[in-house]
């Protein structure tokens, strides 16, 4: 099993940034891949960005260039740098892993619990 937790959410500017972290614990070893979903009222939580355990990131075309994720391997945490926000980007950010677990040939996801970040105007 894998659990997650968040910090970083809040209250910021437009123009301003933000940086989220997700610390991982359990079987981080068998994490494949991170990265991190939004969701606002009415609408389907979307992938904003993934990091590969080789490091390939991809990114929502919405935050590309003012979103960056990252990792630290030492410390089994994934960041998310969120610079340049606007108040489309209020939403509840999830966490997410995948990883294998031996029992199905797909990948298991964990999610963190989810934290606010609110862009006002």
């Known amino acids: 099993q894998v659990q997650l937790v968040e910090s970083g959410g809040g209250l910021v500017q437009a123009g301003g940034s933000l940086r989220l972290s997700c610390a991982a614990s359990?079987?981080?070893?068998?994490?494949?891949?991170m990265g991190w979903y939004r969701q606002v009222p009415g609408e389907q939580r979307e992938s904003v960005a993934r990091i590969t355990n080789g490091g390939e990131t991809k990114y929502a075309g919405s935050v590309q260039g003012r979103f960056t994720i990252s990792r630290d391997n030492a410390k089994n945490t994934v960041y998310l740098q969120m610079n340049s926000l606007k108040p489309d980007d209020t939403a509840v950010y999830y966490c997410?892993?995948?990883?294998?677990?031996?029992?199905?040939?797909?990948?298991?996801?964990?999610w963190g619990q989810g934290t606010q970040v609110t862009v006002y105007s």
């Open positions: 997410t892993a995948e990883y294998s677990t031996g029992r199905s040939y797909f990948d298991s996801r964990a």
């Open positions: 359990g079987s981080v070893s068998r994490i494949n891949a």
